[in-house]
C-alpha cells in the first residue's frame, strides 16, 4: 500500500470541484480545502476527511480512497445545499480523474449525511476511489 497518491486525489478532486461550471454557478468560488480566513460565505463546498485502505495485489500498489465533500449553507432549508451536493456529485462521477502520481479508477458515491451545524444546513458527502500505483 502506499498513501503516497492521496495528495494527487485532493489535487483532482479539488480541481475537478473549482472548475465546474454547474457548481461554480450555484456556490460561485467558494470551494474549499481549507476555510478561508474571516466571515464565510452563505453557501460553501470543503474536501474533507478521508481514510485509507490497501488495496495491492500481486502486481501493483494500490488504495482505496474513501474521502468526504461537504455543502455548507446558512440558508433557512436545504434546497440550494442540495441543488450544490448534487453539483458535485455530478461533477465527481461524470468522467475520471485524472491524477499528477497513479492512477484513478472509477469514482463511486458512497454515502451523504444531512443535518444542522448550528444555524447551517451540511450535507456530508463521501466518495470512494480506487488508486492504483504507476507501473512504470
Same mark, same amino acid.
Not at 22 to 50: C, K, R, S
Not at 92 to 101: C, F, H, K, P, T
Given at each position: /500500500?502506499?498513501? !503516497? /497518491?492521496?495528495?494527487? +486525489? #485532493?489535487?483532482?478532486?479539488? !480541481? $475537478?470541484?473549482?472548475?465546474?461550471?454547474?457548481?461554480?454557478? *450555484?456556490?460561485?468560488?467558494?470551494?474549499? @480545502?481549507?476555510?478561508? %480566513?474571516?466571515?464565510?460565505?452563505?453557501?460553501?463546498?470543503? *474536501?474533507?476527511? %478521508?481514510?485509507?485502505? @490497501?488495496?495491492? @495485489?500481486?502486481?501493483?500498489?494500490?488504495?482505496?480512497?474513501?474521502?468526504?465533500?461537504?455543502?455548507?449553507?446558512? =440558508?433557512?432549508?436545504?434546497? #440550494?445545499?442540495? #441543488?450544490?451536493?448534487? =453539483?458535485?456529485?455530478?461533477?465527481?462521477?461524470? !468522467?475520471?480523474?485524472?491524477?499528477?502520481?497513479?492512477? =484513478? !479508477?472509477?469514482?463511486? &458515491?458512497?454515502?451523504? #449525511?444531512?443535518?444542522?451545524?448550528? =444555524? @447551517?444546513? $451540511? *450535507? %456530508? /458527502?463521501? &466518495?470512494?476511489? $480506487? +488508486?492504483? %500505483?504507476?507501473?512504470?
Amino acid at each position: /500500500m502506499s498513501y !503516497g /497518491m492521496t495528495a494527487a +486525489l #485532493q489535487t483532482a478532486v479539488y !480541481g $475537478r470541484l473549482s472548475g465546474d461550471a454547474t457548481l461554480a454557478g *450555484i456556490v460561485g468560488a467558494n470551494v474549499f @480545502d481549507a476555510l478561508p %480566513e474571516g466571515p464565510l460565505p452563505p453557501l460553501y463546498v470543503t *474536501i474533507g476527511p %478521508e481514510k485509507v485502505r @490497501d488495496r495491492s @495485489d500481486g502486481s501493483f500498489g494500490g488504495a482505496l480512497h474513501d474521502f468526504s465533500v461537504t455543502v455548507t449553507s446558512s =440558508a433557512a432549508g436545504y434546497h #440550494q445545499a442540495k #441543488q450544490a451536493a448534487s =453539483a458535485v456529485s455530478d461533477a465527481l462521477l461524470n !468522467g475520471g480523474l485524472s491524477l499528477a502520481r497513479g492512477r =484513478a !479508477g472509477r469514482v463511486q &458515491f458512497h454515502r451523504a #449525511q444531512a443535518g444542522r451545524s448550528g =444555524a @447551517d444546513r $451540511r *450535507i %456530508e /458527502m463521501w &466518495f470512494r476511489a $480506487r +488508486l492504483d %500505483e504507476d507501473d512504470s
